[in-house]
Every structure is written in structure tokens, then in C-alpha cells.
């Protein structure tokens, strides 16, 4: 199939991209193209219009501060993948980008866009989420921070506005003395995951997010539980679906698997 007839927009500064995109009465913004365009070609999406942001100058910057990072509109999967400073500061954001499809779809999607696409199945949403990080967005009548937990609505559905853009993202650094792990299992390496676990272990504090296991990205605080309950802590929080790809028990047994190994990894990294 071919996407249905759409006007196409390159705008070249931010504020053109925001009175373009209000302007139009369903346009879609266009960063990576790696999600929307299969999206266009299947038509389960057909907007008028496309505000393609490429051109746009400023977005392709990673910033590294003893904060956290923050990570442009236009960063794609690859570059903060390769980032040493980010792997030093926020050591789950390489850990989790490195299950994010096939090197050639993180050469080109971004973080940002993978983000506000607010797939329950991909990793970098739930990320977003455990570590309590945010979303700034713009429009035509000004900014605002958007944070994970009020991100994300339901399926493919965030609180992004039609008429915004998401300009970056930001990771909290990682506290001193805590500790990360992230693991997922997929059919094939670069794959959607069958199901994913990401943990923030610090203190006595265990908190964990999770992938392809819910409708929404979902952290659960999982403190104080003992080891052999933290699968049924966290499935109490989670509703795993059958698909073509696995059963809702295949995947529940998964995240019985997985928490208990991604705990254990991530208190090995803090101590
Ligand atoms: P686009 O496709 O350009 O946009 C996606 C959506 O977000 C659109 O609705 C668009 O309007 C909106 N959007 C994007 N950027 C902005 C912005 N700055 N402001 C406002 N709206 C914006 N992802 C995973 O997480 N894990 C995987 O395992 C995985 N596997 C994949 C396998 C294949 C074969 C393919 C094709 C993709 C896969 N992806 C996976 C998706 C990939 O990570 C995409 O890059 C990512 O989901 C979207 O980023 P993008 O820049 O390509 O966004």
C-alpha cells in the first residue's frame, strides 16, 4: 500500500514549524520516520499534513550535566547510544537503547520521537518513566514540561498536544550509590520485546518499569518485597495480552524470570 496524498512541510526554525503545525488541521510531525512512515504506508495513519522537523537548527544536541541528561528532538537512538558521558551520568539509557530495534532504525529514529510515540512495547518510554524524567514541549503559545508520569495516556496515546513539539527529553542522573539493570527477551535480537524489565536499586528502595507487558508504560515500586514474590507484585500492576507473538502466559512468566534476574543484576551495580 501507499500512504494516502498528505502536504509535506519543511520548515528551517522552530517558531515556522509551531505556526505551520498550527495551522493545519491533522498534521503529523516527522522526526525519524522510523514509526510513522510504516504507519502512513499501511494508512492506519493519514494526516493532511506532514511538519517534517529535520531542518530544524538546535535539536541534535546531547547534553551531559552532573543533573542528568537531556536529549534533543533530533537525537537519533545511535548517537546517545555511543555517548560515553550518558553511559557515566544514566547508565540505563545505553543499557535499554542497545535493545531498541536494528542499527540501521536507530541510525535514523530518534529518542525523543520514540518517546511521545508512547509505545508500551518500546523501551525508552518506560525508561522515561522509572526515572522520573520529562518531556519539553512547544507550541505557538509557548513551553512547557511535561512529566513522565502525566506522559502517558494509554496505547500510542501521550499528553503531547496536535499542535506541539516535543524539543527534548531528560534523564536524571544517576544518584550515587544506586544501581541499574535492564533485560528483555524478543524473538530476535532488535526485535519488539516478548516482555522487558528495567530496575533503579538504591538503598533499600527497588523500583522497576516494564515493556510489552501493559497498555502503558508501568513502574511498579517493588520494596520491601522478597525475591521469590516479585513476579506476583508486579503482575499484579501489569496485564499481559496474547498476540501473534506470544501468549499473556508466556509473558507473565517471563516477567517472573526477568525481575528476579534484573533485581539481582541491579544490586550487583550498585554494590
Ligand atoms: P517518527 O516515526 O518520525 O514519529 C513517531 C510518532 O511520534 C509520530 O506520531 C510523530 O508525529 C511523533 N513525533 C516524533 N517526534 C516528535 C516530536 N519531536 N514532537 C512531536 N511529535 C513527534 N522501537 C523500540 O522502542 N523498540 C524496538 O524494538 C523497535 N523495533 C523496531 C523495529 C522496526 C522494524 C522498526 C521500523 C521500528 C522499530 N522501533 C522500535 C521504532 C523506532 O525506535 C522509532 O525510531 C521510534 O519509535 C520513533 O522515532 P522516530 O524518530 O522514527 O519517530
Redesign the pocket.
Known amino acids: 500500500m501507499k500512504p494516502a496524498p498528505f502536504a509535506y512541510h519543511r520548515p528551517t526554525t522552530l517558531a515556522e514549524a509551531l505556526e505551520t503545525l498550527a495551522g493545519e488541521s491533522y498534521a503529523?510531525?516527522?522526526?525519524?520516520?522510523?514509526?510513522?512512515?510504516?504507519?502512513l504506508s499501511m494508512r492506519i495513519?493519514a494526516p493532511q499534513a506532514l511538519v517534517d522537523?529535520n531542518a530544524l537548527p538546535g535539536?541534535d544536541t546531547i547534553e551531559v550535566s552532573e543533573a542528568g541528561v537531556r536529549v534533543g528532538?533530533?537525537v537519533?537512538?545511535a548517537d546517545l547510544l555511543a555517548d560515553p558521558d550518558v553511559r557515566r551520568v544514566q547508565p540505563l539509557v545505553p543499557a535499554a537503547l542497545a535493545?531498541?530495534?536494528?542499527p540501521t532504525?536507530?541510525n535514523?529514529?530518534?529518542?525523543?520521537?520514540?518517546i511521545?510515540?508512547a509505545?508500551a512495547?518500546?523501551?525508552?518510554?518506560v525508561v522515561l518513566s522509572l526515572l522520573g524524567g520529562s518531556v519539553e514541549?512547544a507550541s505557538s503559545t509557548g513551553t512547557r514540561t511535561i512529566p513522565a508520569d502525566e506522559l502517558f495516556l494509554g496505547p500510542l496515546e501521550s499528553a503531547?498536544r496536535p499542535d506541539?513539539?516535543?524539543?527534548s527529553a531528560f534523564f536524571p542522573a544517576l544518584p550515587a550509590g544506586a544501581g541499574v539493570a535492564f533485560e528483555e527477551i524478543?524473538r530476535r535480537q532488535?526485535?519488539?520485546?516478548l516482555a522487558g524489565v528495567a530496575v533503579v536499586v538504591h538503598g533499600d528502595s527497588v523500583r522497576a518499569g516494564f515493556v510489552s507487558v501493559s497498555d502503558v508504560p508501568t513502574v511498579v515500586d517493588l520494596t520491601g518485597v522478597p525475591d521469590d514474590g516479585l513476579g506476583e507484585a508486579a503482575l499484579a500492576h501489569l496485564d499481559p495480552a496474547d498476540d501473534i507473538h506470544a501468549t499473556a502466559d508466556y509473558r507473565a512468566q517471563l516477567v517472573r524470570t526477568l525481575v528476579r534476574r534484573v533485581v539481582t543484576k541491579a544490586r550487583e551495580a550498585a554494590a
Request: glycine share 10%.
Open positions: 503529523k510531525v516527522l522526526a525519524g520516520g522510523q514509526s510513522l512512515v510504516p504507519l495513519a522537523i535539536l528532538a533530533l537519533r537512538h535493545h531498541v530495534a536494528h532504525i536507530r535514523r529514529g530518534t529518542t525523543v520521537g520514540s511521545v510515540h509505545d512495547a518500546a523501551e525508552m518510554p514541549a503531547l506541539e513539539i516535543a524539543t524478543s532488535g526485535d519488539y520485546a
